[in-house]
């Protein structure tokens, strides 16, 4: 069992950044690829970003490319978003996950092939 604990997100205006991050107990997230979603009304849920459990490997929306990056620190345990130049069509709560099994490359932006998420950060950004 995984557990993601996030941090992070808030209320910034338009061309603001901000860093939300993804910290796991329980278990190491070294073995999971892992992605950042987020969830807007009338929207639905949308893959964002999402790396390979080395790290190797990144994927974003095309929206995001460019102004977000996705990082990660096994030693640490955490996963990072770093968003950039934020626009008010990024507001949502964002949610991180654990990639559960194999096929990531293929698979990544499938919310349900994840298996383990985090609570959700709310990122709200004004004009």
């Known amino acids: 069992q995984v557990h993601l604990v996030q941090s992070g997100g808030g209320l910034v205006q338009a061309g603001a950044s901000l860093r939300l991050s993804c910290s796991a107990s329980?278990?190491?997230?070294?073995?999971?690829?892992m992605g950042w979603f987020r969830e807007a009304p009338e929207k639905g849920r949308e893959f964002v970003a999402g790396i390979s459990w080395s790290g190797g490997r990144t994927r974003y929306r095309e929206a995001a490319k460019g102004r977000f990056v996705i990082s990660r620190d096994n030693d640490e345990n955490i996963v990072f978003l770093h968003m950039n130049n934020l626009k008010p069509e990024d507001t949502a709560v964002y949610l991180c996950a654990a990639y559960g099994g194999d096929g990531w490359s293929d698979d990544y932006s499938r919310g349900s092939a994840y298996a383990y998420w985090g609570q959700g950060s709310q990122v709200t950004v004004s004009v």
């Open positions: 329980g278990r190491s997230l070294y073995h999971y690829a």
